[in-house]
């Protein structure tokens, strides 16, 4: 299906992260949105609150995160394509509740405008050490989608993607940007409406009284059960069988979790999403994400200059892991760097997917700006040794 | 010698039209109040001939938070006093839908306590029924935030030292437009009170006095569930109409019961839909709810 013409602001505009990820969400056709305010994310709320009413959909400002994500869940199953945002602290609160949207396969997008870590850290400032928070923040097992954008266009083009894959998979989907691509501003270009693609929600065909919440078993992702209409369903956050009803033993536990799991794991390599920059015959290959996946272009312009063979990977999506591409790569490079704004997340991903095969090297930072090329280009130059 | 008995003859169950039969029996104690409270909500159900299937009903967690599990509506059983923040969002997405957030004290008033005074304050087009039993059942009878003072719990095992919440008056000052309690064994007036409940538009607050039978007779020594159920009747008083200031309850003591409040209020939705018509005219389509269902 093509985005309603209402929704699209076509044409070029100059826009911030934050604004142009509020404009993606509106072009997905999102009708409800339940946040709380937190720097550096805000003004993908306010943009949503200024829009929305003439849209015929809703914006809510919650008690706080908590109010917010599970709101967001509630207007799901009403029917509506709903997200929120945050940042750092209200992420954290989000978690409790992203747990229950994962239970429950509830379709929904969170974006993590992160920023400097732990605890209320460096409210102004960008980070990237949210990621493993995103991958492992609520208790118990699953797997997340987490997308990360690097620019206010690709702001605007993967909340609409995140929207998409979250009807797909029927789960909350993660769009995890950062202060630096929230704030900057740049020419974002916003098709015709019958040029972005949008997946409708699929309810089940089956009539009342013979359709469950998760009827395929595991074999495909189960159409949603519309509310009001008679089939009188239930979900919880318990574990529960196809029907949706609770079932405490360990055997429904294995059917469930392994099924939340599965849903990503089996679809990995239709989800992974990567940008592969002279990747083949490369010597090093550099792999970054959101903001850092920028500002490592300088360092490996310079080192290429010099006649090295440096390869970029560029992970639009972060979770699932492209863990078969590390692991094909492991075997053909001297070394892998992975640039990003922490001191050590997703790099211990990639040098586990490594496993030895070559050396590993993180180019971390602690956060409150981006990455000096120069560091990167020194990692790059030790890693070609 | 065994002699073969015939099996009694099985007749329907009253309320199978409304209960999951397939998940019965319930988890619930014997002379615990849910029962009789969830019979009431049937009873209001039927007599006001609702269409169930525009009515959802959602809790959160404790024993009863399981009632979402065995009523046959829409139902969701959410997390630990998130119940209104997700029945927020259904019910807005939703305002075709009745929604019934079914609680119990420590999952709404402690946990769910911020949310509870802002969807009363919003006056959210939900109805709220509470079953207090002054303890956590589920979790095996701690403090809650309702546990009368010098009452023995758990986690008091000295007697409880904490001022409680009077949840009427939390209610009414919130911004409630119906605020009512009842014991769990005033099954017609709790059914009337329910039945004013579900038509009133907002934010409408139902308190049920609840025995638990298990932890807080047991604990207190006040009998069977049976007669501390019993002693809860006897011992209210009723005062319609009365300041839900003067509805604090001690530790077995009188028990004000009645409707407190009932008023008129415009909802969250119609504040909405108000507040932007005024400012922009035509130029604003009410809004009147996203039926993404077909």
């Known amino acids: ?385 | 010698m065994s002699t073969k008995v015939a099996p009694p003859e099985i007749k329907e169950h009253p309320m199978e039209n409304l209960l999951r039969m397939d998940r019965m029996p319930h988890i619930w104690c014997s002379t615990c109040g849910l029962g009789t409270t969830v019979t009431a909500l049937a009873a209001a159900l039927e007599q006001l001939k609702l269409d169930l299937n525009k009515v959802a009903i959602v809790s959160g967690i404790g024993c009863t938070g399981r009632v979402a599990g065995y009523l046959k509506l829409d139902s969701f059983h959410t997390t630990h006093g998130r119940a209104l923040p997700f029945a927020a969002g259904l019910s807005i997405a939703r305002p075709d839908m009745k929604v019934v957030v079914f609680s119990g004290d420590g999952d709404l008033v402690s946990i769910g306590g911020n949310h509870f005074i802002h969807s009363a304050r919003r006056n959210l087009d939900i109805t709220v029924i509470c079953v207090n039993n002054f303890i956590y059942a589920m979790t095996g009878g701690q403090v809650a935030p309702t546990t009368p003072i010098s009452a023995q719990t758990a986690t008091s095992p000295h007697g409880c030292y904490e001022h409680p919440f009077n949840l009427p008056l939390l209610a009414a000052s919130s911004g409630a437009v119906y605020v009512a309690r009842w014991t769990a064994l005033h099954i017609r007036r709790l059914t009337t009170s329910i039945k004013e409940a579900l038509t009133k538009k907002g934010f409408s607050f139902v308190e049920v006095i609840a025995p638990c039978s298990t932890l807080y007779a047991r604990l207190n020594k006040l009998g069977d569930g049976l007669s501390l159920m019993r002693f809860y009747h006897d011992n209210s008083v009723i005062k319609h109409g009365a300041d839900p200031r003067e509805a604090d309850i001690e530790f077995q003591s009188k028990i004000m019961v009645g409707k407190f409040i009932d008023i008129e209020k415009p909802t969250f939705i119609e504040k909405m839909n108000d507040g932007l018509q005024k400012r922009y005219g035509d130029k604003y389509k009410p809004y009147g709810g996203v039926d993404g269902s077909n």
């Open chain 1, 1 to 385: 299906m093509k985005a309603n013409p209402n929704n699209v602001l076509t044409g070029v505009h100059y826009l911030d992260g934050n604004h142009a990820a509020a404009e993606g969400a509106i072009a997905a056709g999102c009708k409800f949105f339940a946040g709380y305010p937190i720097t550096p994310s805000t003004e993908i709320a306010e943009r949503f609150a200024r829009r929305i009413p003439f849209l015929g959909g809703v914006f809510i400002q919650m008690e706080d995160e908590l109010a917010s994500m599970n709101a967001i869940l509630g207007a799901s199953w009403g029917g509506a394509k709903s997200m929120t945002c945050t940042s750092g602290p209200g992420f954290s609160l989000m978690m409790e509740n992203f747990g229950l949207g994962m239970m429950l396969e509830t379709p929904c997008v969170l974006v993590n405008v992160q920023r400097g870590g732990p605890s209320t850290g460096l409210p102004t400032l960008p980070g990237q050490a949210d990621m493993m928070q995103a991958r492992w923040g609520s208790h118990g097992d699953y797997e997340v989608i987490a997308l990360a954008p690097d620019s206010p266009q690709e702001s605007f083009d993967l909340v609409i993607h995140a929207f998409n894959l979250s009807e797909k998979y029927r789960m909350p989907i993660l769009v995890m940007t950062d202060e630096c691509v929230g704030h900057m501003t740049e020419k974002v270009v916003i098709p015709p409406s019958d040029e972005i693609d949008i997946i409708e929600r699929r309810f089940t065909k089956k009539p009342p009284g013979e359709a469950w919440p998760y009827e395929q078993n595991g074999n495909d992702i189960s159409p949603m059960l519309p509310v009001g209409k008679g089939y009188k369903f239930h979900v919880t956050g318990l574990t529960h069988d196809y029907r949706g009803y609770p079932i405490i033993n360990a055997q429904a536990q294995d059917w469930n979790v392994r099924r939340l799991v599965d849903k990503v794991k089996k679809r990995s390599d239709e989800i992974i999403w990567l940008e592969e920059t002279d990747v083949e015959g490369a010597d090093v290959v550099v792999m970054s994400y959101g903001i850092s996946s920028r500002v490592v272009r300088p360092a490996i312009a310079k080192a290429k200059k010099e006649g090295l063979k440096i390869g970029l990977i560029k992970m639009i999506t972060v979770w699932p892991f492209p863990e078969k591409r590390v692991r094909e790569l492991a075997s053909k490079v001297k070394s892998l760097i992975m640039v990003e704004l922490n001191l050590g997340q997703v790099y211990y991903e990639m040098e586990r997917c490594a496993g030895g095969k070559c050396r590993s090297y993180l180019c971390g930072h602690a956060g409150g700006t981006v990455h000096n090329p120069a560091d990167i280009y020194k990692t790059i130059k030790e890693a070609a040794r």
